[in-house]
C-alpha cells in the first residue's frame, strides 16, 4: 500500500529512472500517481480519476452529462492537441538521447502549438474557464500545458488565454502546489 503524500521526482537528477520510481512508472516520466493500490501515470486519466472519487461539481461534472462529455473532449484536446507539440520540442531539446534529436523540427512543432491556441482560443470564447464561469478538473490540465508553453518561449498572443492563465495563476491550490514543490527543490539543496 502507498502512503498519499507528495513526493518530488526530480527528472533533472535522473530520479525518473530510479528502480523505486520505474516501479511506479516503468516510462520514468511525471507525473505518477499511487493511490492505495492503484497506481495510474497519465495527467488526463489522473485528472479524472481524482475529479470522480474526491471532487464534485462543478471541479468534476456528472459522468454522463454533457458538461462531463464537454470536459474530457478537453482534456483529450489538451493531451493530444495542446501538449503534443510541446513534448516533441521537449523530446528534441532535452529527452531524446542527442544522435536522435532533430532540431529542424522545432518550427514545426511552434506552428501546430500556434492552431492549437487558436482552436483552445475558440473553445473558451469569453468564458472565465474552459466549460464556463466555474473553474473544473480539465482547467487545471490545461492550464498546466500552458505554463509549460510559456517556459519554452511560445507566444500566447490571445487575450482570453492570458486571461485565462492569469486567472489560473492565481488560484490557491495552485500557489500552494508551487510553494510544495519549491520547497521540496530547496531541500535538496540544502
Known sequence: ???RQYQLVNLSQGEGYSKTYKAL???GKVPALADDELVMTESAAIINY???KYGNAPLMP???SAKRATHDQWACFA??????PLWTIGKHKFALPKERRVGDIFDTASW???KALKLLSIGLGDNDYILGNDFSAVDILLGHTLFWAISFKQPIEQENITAYLSRIKDRPA??????KEEQALNSLSE
Do not use: C, H, S, V
Request: no cysteine.
Open 1 to 3: 500500500m502507498y502512503k
Open 25 to 27: 512508472n516503468p516510462a
Open 50 to 52: 481524482l475529479g470522480d
Open 62 to 64: 456528472t459522468p454522463g
Open 79 to 84: 493531451i493530444a492537441e495542446l501538449e503534443q
Open 112 to 114: 501546430e502549438f500556434q
Open 174 to 179: 495552485r500557489i500552494n502546489a508551487i510553494k
